[in-house]
């Protein structure tokens, strides 16, 4: 995008593709990061958590555009082979907590989106409606009242 276009007018990527996808997985990771903090993992449990984590920010991925991709890419930490509890809630902690941004931006580009729209259905009925007058002697001539 050139510097003198206007943002708006700009073809513009979509930033989510599956935007019910990324909200089911968001539900998951939280739930996911609730129960590691409230249990505590054996091996093939961390292990587990390991393959939903890196499953999960492969499906993420698909739903992200290439922007959000990069963005997750250098956020996210890769777990080891074998990794700790501490690190899989410290991995899980962080991707909540991006996925939380990500969908707070959302909505707060949604209500100024929605407040842009407002402004503009304001602008546009003032300018369709007619000027009323404010003195009755200004009126225009009506119908006869009994």
Do not use: F
Not at 25 to 31: K, L, S
Not at 39 to 45: K, V
Not at 112 to 129: F, P, Y
């Amino acid at each position: 995008m050139s510097d003198n276009m206007n943002p708006q007018e700009a073809p513009r990527e979509e930033l989510i593709q599956h935007p019910a996808k990324l909200l089911r997985i968001t539900a998951m990771v939280r739930g996911l990061l609730e129960e590691v903090r409230q249990s505590s993992l054996d091996d093939a449990g961390r292990k587990r958590m390991r393959e939903i984590y890196e499953s999960s920010l492969v499906e993420l991925k698909d739903s992200l555009s290439e922007d959000l991709q990069r963005e997750l890419d250098t956020l996210s930490v890769p777990l080891e082979r074998d990794p700790s509890e501490s690190e899989i809630r410290l991995a899980q902690a962080q991707l909540v907590g991006w996925l939380e941004g990500l969908l707070h931006g959302i909505q707060a580009a949604l209500w100024a989106q929605n407040m842009q729209v407002r402004g503009q259905l304001e602008e546009l009925q003032r300018h369709a409606l007619p000027e009323l007058p404010t003195d009755t002697r200004e009126r225009p001539p009506g119908g006869q009242y009994l």
